[in-house]
């Protein structure tokens, strides 16, 4: 069973850095698991060090490519608030635009559907949904897809798959007052809400 994709990394060339490097393992985990998930061991929980950390989630691998604030006026990020539905193109004075890019792959020897349940949560317990968008309009948004074994998604070949995140979108409308109430997590819920997995998001 392969691994998912992860960031690569210089090889340290010391002994003392190998050494070092063992002991980081054996203190956090090669998955960047937070040790919180001991306590709940069908709950994967992602680390802060977020971009390119993955979580076991369901039945499906679950990977992090890019969490920020989107800028609807610039060309690249403008391209992703396309398809939205009829007056969710508008922020209120203190909302603001994020994007959560995902990836997953289907490590086991059957089918396995994604999920289309997501939810991001602040430390004062406010949760937000993803928004609805079109994706006939979109090539970029996340829909639940059907991976046989070995499969990705995004899909290969496809315009999410070559853009600049390589993820499949999660758009956001988040209140401004999360910049107060940090860290984010995003959890990703399985299909009757119950939880799989979190991952903590930048800000």
Not at 52 to 64: D, I, K, M, R
Not at 121 to 134: H, S
Not at 143 to 171: H, K, M, N, R, V
Request: charged fraction near 15%; hydrophobic fraction near 35%; aromatic fraction near 8%.
């Amino acid at each position: 069973m392969s691994a998912p994709r992860t960031p690569r990394r210089r090889l340290i060339p010391s002994l003392a850095g190998l050494a070092a490097l063992v002991a980081l393992l054996a203190g956090c985990g090669a998955n960047n698991y937070h040790a919180g998930a001991r306590a709940h061991p069908r709950i994967a929980v992602a680390n802060s060090d977020n971009n390119g950390v993955y979580v076991n989630a369901g039945t499906v691998s679950y990977q992090l490519e890019v969490s920020r604030e989107l800028n609807q006026y610039s060309t690249e990020d403008s391209q992703y608030l396309t398809g939205l539905p009829t007056g969710a193109s508008v922020l209120a004075p203190n909302q603001l635009w994020y994007g959560v890019f995902i990836w997953a792959k289907n490590q086991t020897k059957a089918a396995q559907r994604t999920t289309p349940n997501f939810v991001i949560q602040d430390t004062e317990g406010n949760r937000y949904f993803p928004v609805a968008i079109r994706r006939t309009m979109n090539p970029y948004v996340w829909t639940s897809e059907t991976l046989q074994p070995g499969e990705i998604e995004p899909l290969p070949d496809t315009t999410a798959s070559f853009g600049p995140t390589q993820g499949g979108l999660l758009l956001f409308k988040l209140n401004t007052s999360v910049y107060d109430n940090r860290p984010l997590t995003l959890d990703i819920l399985g299909p009757s809400r119950q939880l799989w997995g979190t991952i903590s998001l930048d800000l």
